[in-house]
């Protein structure tokens, strides 16, 4: 039955490239995000005036 789950979905037949039904909830970009939320509040505290009012 699993077969036919990857072979009807529409990443099968557009990419070749098809999501297990188990992986469905994740993003390929999912263990970069923690990293890019870090990354934003780094440059917002940097450009922030009322943290730099004390420097």
Known sequence: MQDREIADQTAFEIAGIP???DHQDAAATDPISGAVAQIMDNIQ???DPKETEGK
Do not use: L, V, Y
């Open 19 to 21: 999501t297990p039904p």
């Open 45 to 47: 505290h940097a450009f």
